[in-house]
């Protein structure tokens, strides 16, 4: 049973004004003429989007929180290009996932999201790497997929 009630306050003085109640409620349906009307502004506004206003970023491997987008110019490298060895400057070895950067801009052992890359580790730095620049790691440069640009990239929580 659902029971209906509107009451009125006069002064210091609450008088029931309408009591009413319903013995059963059989169907309820919106009017036809309610709806959701979207704005044209949410219309250009993604997941992503979304996402980020949060602090999070959609990974393959999940969703993360950010501290820090960053737009920098990304290159690659591997452990054969020239001033380059096997170790990092942080010890790791060189490869996919370590990447060299500016330690003043982005501290070493810093995690990170790059897109079109995926999950790095700042791990090593670089004599050509200063500011907003970064060195992507590969195993092999031969077989690495990335060329050389700007990429907005997230500096994980």
């Known amino acids: ?79 054969t290009c020239p001033g380059c060895n096997e170790i990092t400057a942080s010890g790791l070895p060189t490869g996919y996932g370590v990447v060299a950067v500016d330690p003043r801009v982005i501290p070493l052992g810093t995690k990170l999201f790059i897109p079109g890359y995926g999950l790095a580790t700042a791990g090593d730095t670089g004599g050509a790497i200063k500011g907003n620049k970064i060195d992507l790691g590969f195993n092999d440069i031969k077989t690495g997929w990335w060329r050389a640009r700007f990429v907005e990239i997230y500096i994980l929580k």
Do not use: C, H, W
């Open 1 to 79: 049973m659902v029971s209906l009630s509107l009451v009125g306050i006069y002064g210091n003085q609450t008088n029931a004004v309408l009591k009413g109640s319903l013995a059963r409620l059989e169907t309820f349906s919106l009017p036809a003429l309610i709806q959701t009307i979207n704005s044209p502004a949410a219309a250009d506004v993604d997941d992503d989007e979304i996402f980020e206003i949060q602090g999070l970023v959609k990974t393959p491997e999940g969703v993360l929180p950010f501290a820090q987008k960053l737009r920098v110019f990304a290159t690659s490298y591997d452990k």
